[in-house]
């Protein structure tokens, strides 16, 4: 579990520059180069993973879209939130 927590933590040291760099820049190519290289990765992941199973790429592929909307519309409600913090000139936690 501890080698997960550190993918995940270089992951998001790797991912959040890119994307903060993508949207001061309104550079949205690049933000969509960076979900293009995500998406190829993910798809080699499992494609491993699965030893190739056509089925279980399958149910693995619609588990990973299930959690990248939950996680998507997170961040959505997140940023909404934190807009509406800001117009409010309020703190925000995002």
Same mark, same amino acid.
């Not at 992951?11 to 949207?23: D, F, K, M, T, V």
């Not at 997170?74 to 925000?92: I, K, R, Y």
């Given at each position: #579990? ?6 995940? &933590?270089?992951? %998001?040291? $790797?991912?959040? @520059? ?5 949207? !001061?820049?309104? &550079? @949205? +190519? !690049? ?12 798809? !080699?992941?499992?494609? !491993?993973?699965?030893?190739? +199973? @056509? %089925?279980?790429? &399958? ?9 990248? %909307?939950?996680?998507?519309?997170? #961040?959505?409600? $997140? ?5 509406? %913090? ?9």
């Amino acid at each position: #579990m501890a080698d997960m927590i550190d993918f995940h &933590d270089r992951l %998001a040291s $790797l991912c959040g @520059p890119e994307i903060s760099a993508a949207l !001061r820049g309104n &550079d @949205p +190519d !690049r933000a969509a180069g960076m979900i293009t290289a995500l998406a190829a990765m993910l798809g !080699r992941t499992i494609a !491993r993973a699965t030893g190739g +199973d @056509p %089925a279980a790429i &399958d149910t693995m592929l619609t588990a990973a879209e299930n959690l990248a %909307a939950a996680e998507a519309a997170g #961040m959505a409600e $997140l940023a909404g939130l934190s807009q509406v %913090a800001s117009a409010a000139g309020g703190a925000t936690h995002a």
